[in-house]
């Protein structure tokens, strides 16, 4: 049996920053349009904040909200589906029920750390910028290996794959635990 994947995808300043809670950083078509080929027909996997910030849910897509508030509904769901997730099990039994499709963890940064211990693999958009702002991404340590890099001007898309198998198998645990 392969074992599953859980892929963060976000785009990185060289300074680690990701948002400022505001408004978008940058304007990157070419990472715009990588992310909607990449990720089209997977899940994606988000917090509240980072739902609320896209406008709602992206079209061709599962999305997975986390909120602690239970009673929060998603707008703008054109038609999509937007699971409503208040637990890291809650994301398990939504991934379990969507196993035939791609899982992506999409952010922001609160969501990137409460999912870092089951996230196998990392598309990161590796952005020549030192953006003021206060959301980040993890660190990465030496349990990542890079596996490939292609440059554009001004940002490299880069991806990245756990050495360790631990994460395989902390995703397994939690999406099996259904
Ligand atoms: N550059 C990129 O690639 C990228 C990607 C994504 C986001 N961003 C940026 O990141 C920023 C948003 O990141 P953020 O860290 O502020 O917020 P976030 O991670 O998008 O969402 C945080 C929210 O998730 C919910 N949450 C967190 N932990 C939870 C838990 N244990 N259980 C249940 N729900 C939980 C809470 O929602 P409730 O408050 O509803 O309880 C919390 O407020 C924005 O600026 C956005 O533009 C950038």
Redesign the pocket.
Same mark, same amino acid.
């Given at each position: 049996m392969t074992d599953p994947t859980l892929t963060a995808?976000?785009?990185?300043g060289t300074n680690g920053v990701? %948002?400022? *809670?505001?408004?978008?950083?940058w304007h990157l078509p070419e990472d715009f349009a990588r992310f909607k080929r990449v990720t089209m027909g997977g899940v994606l996997v988000?917090?509240?904040?980072?739902?609320d910030?896209l406008g709602g849910a992206l079209r061709g897509r599962v999305s997975v909200?986390?909120?602690?508030?239970a009673g929060?509904r998603p707008a703008r769901t054109h038609g999509c589906e937007v699971v409503v997730?208040?637990?890291?099990a809650a994301v398990g039994r939504a991934l379990a029920a969507h196993a035939d499709q791609r899982w992506w963890c999409? %952010?922001? *940064?609160?969501?990137?750390?409460?999912l870092w211990a089951v996230t196998t693999h990392l598309d990161l958009?590796e952005v020549q910028a030192h953006p003021t702002?206060?959301?980040t991404?993890p660190a990465l340590d030496e349990t990542w290996r890079e596996t490939s890099r292609d440059p554009w001007a001004g940002f490299d898309f880069v991806t990245y794959e756990r050495v360790r198998p631990t994460a395989a198998g902390a995703l397994r645990s939690l999406t099996d635990a259904v």
């Open positions: 995808i976000a785009a990185v990701i %948002g400022d *809670g505001r408004g978008l950083l988000m917090g509240r904040t980072t739902y910030s909200v986390l909120t602690r508030n929060w997730a208040t637990s890291v999409a %952010g922001g *940064g609160e969501v990137y750390r409460l958009t702002g206060a959301v991404f």
